[in-house]
């Protein structure tokens, strides 16, 4: 894993293009956890690496102006931008703010909502003790994480695996592993984290790509831009090389790649 700070940085980078390249991704995902979450209005809701807002914007939405969302992330510029896109909600706030440890008051969220962020945590079951911790009694919380994968995804990162330090391995591939593997080991997680009425949700999402230089603006758009920045600039070319190889037998007869994700949503109470 690499260091919070390092992660930060590849979104600081990200964030510009961020769930911006004509791939509905994120905010479908998002979609998902917040339907779950079933947010009431004027419910104080907060949403921990809330990136470009994908969970941030329907929690608003749903808590509406008697509510307040706040939204943390610790790379500045998804802040800025994130802040930007919802200037038009006044229950919105947006911060610079670590998800490991949250400066916000214990007990003062009805909700605490996270989409793909927990694998990122240098100590998952630590960051939800003290995300947990910020919920008032009764009040929900929900996780998104990656579940199954259509396997031609791991074929595609598997053109970076020569580059990578040991450490460093994109979210959709660390997300798989440890505590991520299951629906069980996640819901365990929870409930040590002293969570209650523990459930899983799965969705599915399809990335279609028109083409592969539309899934190359993808790859470079999200956390997997980490992969790229981890290959010398000399060396990227014969990496793209080997990417079109890969893609080209994924090619629909319309010529579009499509890849399959499950998602999984673990929800409950505290
Ligand atoms: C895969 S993105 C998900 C963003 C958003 N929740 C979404 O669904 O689009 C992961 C986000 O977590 C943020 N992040 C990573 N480590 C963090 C930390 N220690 N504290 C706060 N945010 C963090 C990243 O900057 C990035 O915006």
């Not at 917040?34 to 809330?50: H, M, T, W």
């Amino acid at each position: 894993m690499t260091a919070p700070e390092g992660v930060a940085g590849v979104f600081d980078r990200a964030a510009d293009t961020y769930d911006d390249v004509g791939v509905p991704w994120f905010e479908p995902i998002a979609l998902g956890l917040v339907e779950e979450l079933a947010v009431q209005p004027g419910e104080r809701v907060l949403d921990i690496g809330c990136g470009r807002g994908a969970a941030l914007r329907p929690l608003a939405l749903a808590t509406g102006p008697t509510g307040h969302a706040l939204g943390i992330d610790l790379a500045p510029r998804m802040v800025e931008r994130t802040a930007e896109d919802l200037r038009g909600l006044p229950q919105v706030e947006v911060r610079v703010g670590d998800a490991r440890a949250p400066a916000v008051p214990a007990a003062s969220f009805d909700v605490v909502a996270s989409s793909l962020v927990l694998f990122f945590m240098p100590d998952p079951p630590a960051a939800l003790r003290a995300w947990v911790a910020l919920l008032v009694p009764g009040g929900r919380i929900g996780i998104t994480t990656f579940g199954t994968q259509d396997g031609r995804w791991s074929e595609l990162d598997g053109a970076f695996t020569a580059y990578l330090p040991p450490a460093m391995l994109d979210a959709r591939t660390s997300g798989l592993r440890g505590p991520f593997a299951s629906d069980e080991a996640m819901e365990e997680l929870l409930v040590d984290a002293g969570v209650g009425g523990v459930r899983t949700v799965h969705g599915t999402v399809t990335a279609a790509f028109r083409d592969a230089e539309h899934y190359l603006a993808f790859t470079w758009s999200h956390g997997q831009r980490g992969m790229w920045e981890a290959v010398p600039a000399a060396e990227r070319p014969a990496v793209r090389t080997l990417l079109l190889e890969r893609l080209d037998p994924f090619r629909d007869g319309d010529g579009a790649i499509r890849l399959e994700q499950e998602v999984r949503y673990t929800l409950g109470q505290a």
